[in-house]
């Protein structure tokens, strides 16, 4: 290499011309988690706890339950891949609000990120990548956990992998664009306020039919909703054309957050 380059090189890292700058940033938070491991690592058990308090327990009351396709199931069967939704949603709203709050308004991570060749797409891409990760490695460790228990009645169920990566992609993208119109730590109430209805009433813990009319249409608005129904299609290997609606709402719901997270960024830190 020429001494041209080797100067280039130091002063523009060829990664940060093009998108593979998010990668430093990914790079970064591995970096930083890797100490505190543990944080991470305890948001697997929440869904594990209401599988077999709810699933299992409640399950042995309740008995079989009526599956996608009308044959009945475990009741544990019926709520475990909900709950792996669940989880991969848990995980990413986490990571991009909580974390991304602090860095941008108390931590200012990101304004000394832009003292490098990194641009706000850099930071946008690499920190939804991040959350993303995050739900999805609760997701599969969640998804070995219901494959042992016998939960999972597809081989289809490997499929679930992506679809939690889906759902990672677009409560990761959304909760970051609200992240950056929340103002102080009280703000963050509201994403409870959001998710728990969300976490029960999506189709979570019982069929969508038991609902009234009315709620059964607010429902089917909830992103959650689409989630479970896709991934409890691919776990119990039961599969019709409303997956490819599941699939455009996620996939739509995602990219609205992502369009409104880059506009806010470069509002925000190059303002």
Not at 104 to 114: E, N
Not at 201 to 217: A, C, K, M, Q
Request: proline residues 5%.
């Amino acid at each position: 290499m020429s001494d041209s380059a080797t100067l280039t090189a130091r002063v523009i890292p060829p990664p940060l011309l093009g998108a593979g700058g998010a990668s430093k940033l990914l790079e970064r938070n591995f970096l930083v988690y890797r100490r505190v491991w543990i944080i991470v690592f305890s948001g697997f058990f929440e869904p594990i706890f209401y599988l077999f308090s709810i699933g299992v327990g409640l399950g042995e009351l309740v008995g079989d339950v009526a599956g996608p396709g009308g044959e009945p199931i475990k009741y544990a069967a019926f709520v475990a891949p909900a709950l792996l939704g669940a989880s991969a949603m848990n995980g990413a709203i986490f990571e991009s609000t909580v974390n991304i709050f602090f860095k941008l308004r108390y931590g200012k991570v990101y304004d000394a990120i832009l003292a490098t060749p990194m641009l706000p797409r850099h930071i946008v891409v690499g920190e939804i990548a991040w959350s993303l990760g995050r739900g999805v490695l609760y997701a599969v460790a969640f998804l070995i956990v219901i494959t042992a228990f016998g939960y999972v009645h597809s081989a289809w169920a490997v499929m679930a992998v992506p679809a939690a990566v889906l759902i990672g992609f677009a409560f990761g993208a959304v909760g970051m664009a609200a992240s950056t119109f929340m103002k102080s730590w009280q703000d963050l109430d509201l994403v409870n306020m959001v998710t728990l209805p969300l976490f029960l009433f999506s189709g979570t813990f019982y069929p969508l039919e038991v609902y009234p009319d009315i709620f059964r249409l607010i429902t089917k608005i909830s992103p959650l909703y689409h989630g479970v129904e896709l991934i409890r299609a691919l776990t119990l290997g039961v599969f019709d054309t409303s997956l490819v609606g599941h699939v455009g709402f996620l996939v739509g719901m995602g990219a609205i957050g992502v369009a409104i997270t880059s506009r806010r960024i470069d509002k925000m830190l190059l303002a």
